[in-house]
């Protein structure tokens, strides 16, 4: 069974920085296309970053791109997201969610992904 544990979040003024780390236990690391989302309240959730397995492809989403810089160290099972510049727009709950069928793909979309965590609460107050 595939267990996802974030961590790391917090709260921050604006122009601060965080950094998430995500770690995924119960099956091999290889392989696994791994991604960042977020949802603000009263909002759906919404794709931030994404990372392919072996860490040559990245994407951002466009409200984060220049600021976030999602790495992972498949050694370390662990997948992180430094988020730098923060803005009290960027307050949500962040999840990490990882899949095999993805491989060296990058996928936007939430349905994409079979692994989630619980998330892990970043606040930027202004």
């Known amino acids: 069974q595939v267990h996802v544990a974030e961590s790391g979040g917090g709260s921050v003024q604006a122009g601060g920085f965080l950094k998430l780390s995500c770690v995924l236990s119960?099956?091999?690391?290889?392989?696994?296309?791994m991604a960042w989302f977020r949802q603000a309240p009263g909002h759906a959730r919404e794709f931030v970053a994404g990372i392919s397995w072996s860490g040559g492809m990245t994407f951002y989403g466009d409200s984060v791109k220049g600021r976030f810089t999602i790495d992972r160290d498949n050694a370390k099972r662990t997948v992180t997201l430094q988020m730098n510049s923060l803005k009290p727009e960027d307050t949500a709950v962040y999840y990490c969610?990882?899949?095999?069928?993805?491989?060296?793909?990058?996928?936007?979309?939430?349905?994409?992904?079979?692994?989630w965590g619980q998330g892990t609460q970043v606040t930027v107050s202004s």
């Open positions: 969610a990882g899949d095999y069928r993805l491989n060296q793909r990058i996928s936007q979309a939430q349905h994409d992904y079979d692994y």
């Open positions: 119960g099956r091999t690391f290889s392989n696994l296309a």
